[in-house]
Structures are given as C-alpha cells and as structure tokens.
C-alpha cells in the first residue's frame, strides 16, 4: 500500500516497469530501436501527472479499492498524453518541450550527427519527423497495452473500454480542429471553443475521471457528476494554458515565451482579441501573428495588444467562472469519500493556477 502523496512516484514507477519490458522486445528485432524507447522514457519523465491523478481519484470517489492496479491504468493515460504531445510538436513544428528539445528535433540532431560521423548525407528534418510521428504511434499503442494488462478484470476493462476509446477519438478529432483553425486563419470564437472542449478538457479531466470511475465500479450518477465538475475545469485549465504560452515564465513552462504567437496558435484567447481590438490594434495582430520569426519587441507589442483588447482578462474570467462551477458541482456530487472530494478540490486549484 502507498500512500497517496506518493501517486506520482508511482506513475513513475509503473511507466518505467513497462518501457523496461518495451524495449526488452524491441530489442529482439533491433538495436536501432533502443533510441525510440530512450526517447519515451525521456518524454514519461516529467510533467504534471494531472490525467493519472484524475483517474486516481475518479476511481476512489467510485470507492475504489487502492489495492487494485489502478496506478498502471492510469498511468496509460501519461503514456496517450505523450503520444499527443510528440504528434502535436510535429504539426506545430515546435524546437521545445518540457524544457528539451522536442522528439522530432531529436531525432534530427541523430541523424545529423550520423552523417557527420559517416561522411554521408540525408535528411535529417525528415528522418526527426518520420521517426517522431512513429514515436507517438508507439505510445498510442502502449497505452491501449498498458491499460488492458493492468490487472483490472475483464468487466471492470470493459466498463472502463468505452471512456478509453472515446477520449482517444475526441483528443484527435480536436487536434484536427486546431490544425483547421490554423489552416483557415480565421479567429472563429465557436471553433476555439470546441477544441477547447474536445483537444483539452474531456482528454484532461473529464474522460480519466470516468475511466477511473468505470474501474471502480462507479454508476451513471457519478459520472455525470464527475462530467459537471470535469468539462468546466478542463477548460478553465486549457485556458491558463493559454495564457501561459503567451505569458509565461520558460522556466516553469518548458517552451519559450511567445511560441503559441509564433506558432498562430488560434486560442480563445486571440479569438477575443480579434473580436475586440481596435482597427489599428487588428492591423497589427494580422500583421504579426503566426509570424515565425517574431523577435521579442514584436511578441511584447502582440501581448500588449491581448491585454488592451481585453482579452487576458476576458480569459481570467472565464477561468474563475469555471473552477467555481467545477467546485460547485463537486460540493453537489454524490461523493461520500473526503479525501477524494478533497483531493478533487485541490486538483482544481492546482490545474488552474498562474504557475502550472
């Protein structure tokens, strides 16, 4: 038995256990291959464990027993979670993650340092790209493994099946709107909403809540209560994401200040502003937003104009608005567990604060 301070410890322990046995059969068809599960470990290692910690206490507000092999299934959600985010930095074409260089640029740094060992050419952007996009294939297919070896019976798997597969076709489905939202280059206030919804907060707070739920044997009541306390605070936290690609401190973040204003990311953040600003603040925003090579004057006057239009505190806002109806809706749910009513409450904090 372990404590529950020590969760993310053991959401440590339980993804490397399985990447041990990875790349024991990896290794079988190929040495080559030691570099693509060095790179998961890498990508396993840090980060917030906030979709295994939302499992956790979903399966222990349905009175789960800690016994159980909960802390491997949720782990399987780190393991989908990385898997976005090494397709998510491809199509994003972004250098960092969590403070390193992302798994693309990794693998192109690899194969560069190949053909400069061999005297040899290639294309390294290519082969970090091909080798990347496999990575992330990897990993989708390790979480679906992780979670039906987890231990769980075959009923409990089952009940939990249907959440599992719905928050792998919503996360890729909203991924699909933001590289249509980009793609367009239009501020559509309703599509940044939907994948809001549908990349963030089903796949961070609302889908693990009811896949651990399921695994404890939780029924209808409370998964819907667990979806009114869920959907708001998934957004409230994707929008202090938002914010803090923007805004925050590289240090704590992992990824340079500004990279979503390079990246043209098109946030309800910017979909405010585009609706707000003045004409000559909208002039500049057009003028310099998705702009790759953004120099840091550039990137302060677009931050200058999210704050004028409004924005930053429209978004402040609406992140308050949320948690507190998360907290409300946790106040009312049928959870008679105090510490998973309290640990719920404490997550909501903690996934929304300005330093996450």
């Known amino acids: 038995m372990y404590a529950d301070a020590d969760i993310p410890t053991e959401i440590q322990r339980a993804l490397t256990s399985f990447l041990d046995i990875q790349q024991e059969r990896l290794a079988a068809i190929g040495p080559e291959l030691t570099e693509q599960v060095q790179a998961a470990r890498d990508a396993t290692s840090g980060g917030k464990r906030l979709r295994p910690s939302f499992c956790y206490w979903g399966f222990r507000a349905a009175g789960g027993d800690p016994d159980l092999p909960i802390l491997k299934a949720a782990a399987s959600l780190e393991m989908l979670h990385v898997s976005a985010l090494v397709h998510d930095d491809v199509m994003d074409s972004s250098d960092v993650r969590r403070g390193a260089p992302a798994a693309h640029r990794r693998f192109e740094a690899l194969q560069r340092a190949w053909s400069e060992a061999s005297g040899k050419g290639g294309d390294p952007v290519g082969f ?3 080798a990347a996009i496999l990575l992330g294939d990897l990993c989708l297919i390790w979480a679906d493994e992780m979670m039906h070896t987890s231990g769980f019976d075959a009923a409990a798997l089952a009940s939990a099946s249907k959440f599992f597969d719905a928050v792998r076709v919503e996360v890729t489905a909203g991924q699909y709107l933001d590289l249509v939202a980009q793609a367009s280059g239009e501020a559509d206030m309703d599509r940044a909403l939907r994948v809001l919804r549908y990349k963030s907060a089903t796949y961070t707070v609302e889908r693990p809540l009811h896949i651990g739920a399921a695994l ?3 029924g209808q009541h409370l998964v819907d209560s667990l979806s009114a306390y869920g959907l708001p605070l998934g957004e409230a936290f994707q929008l202090r994401d938002d914010l803090l690609g923007v805004f925050g401190d590289p240090t704590v973040t992992g990824k340079p200040a500004g990279d979503d204003l390079r990246e043209g990311k098109r946030t309800v953040l910017t979909a405010y502003a585009v609706e707000h ?5 909208l002039t500049e925003f057009d003028r310099l937003f998705g702009r790759a090579d953004l120099d840091d004057d550039e990137i302060q006057l677009l931050r200058e104009i999210l704050q004028d239009s409004r924005a930053v505190q429209a978004c402040e806002n609406l992140i308050t608005e949320r948690t507190e109806d998360a907290l409300d809706a946790l106040e009312r749910s049928p959870i008679d567990d105090e510490t998973s009513r309290k640990a719920l409450a404490d997550l909501a904090i ?7």
């Open 128 to 130: 970090g790209i091909g």
């Open 216 to 218: 404890g044997g939780g």
């Open 350 to 356: 903690a996934a929304t604060s300005r330093h996450v």
């Open 277 to 281: 600003a003045s004409e000559v603040q």
